[in-house]
């Protein structure tokens, strides 16, 4: 089975190795077909502390890290300005 990857913005990097990243997701309502945007946050892991606040990243699950910690930082899609 591949491993779920999930891109995102980041919105903390205040711990030590570890991001937080806000992911997006659109789905239609049941029952009025209007798209509605549901976001959940994930705290990923980053190795070498390289992300900021706004960075734009992809994620992909791994084997439990911490106690909240199931995502491991793939790659820096974008950088904040």
């Known amino acids: 089975m591949p491993k ?3 891109q995102g913005v980041v919105t903390s990097d205040k711990m030590d190795k570890t991001i ?3 992911v997006a997701s659109y789905n239609p309502h049941p029952k009025y077909k209007k798209i509605i945007e549901t976001n959940k946050n994930y705290k990923a892991h980053d ?5 900021g606040i706004g960075d734009i990243v992809r994620i992909v ?4 890290i911490s106690g909240s910690k199931r995502w491991v930082l793939e ?3 974008e950088k904040a300005k």
């Open 47 to 51: 190795e070498a502390n390289e992300c």
């Open 20 to 22: 937080v990243v806000k």
């Open 61 to 64: 699950e791994s084997k439990p």
């Open 75 to 77: 790659s820096i899609v």
């Open 4 to 6: 779920k990857v999930k």
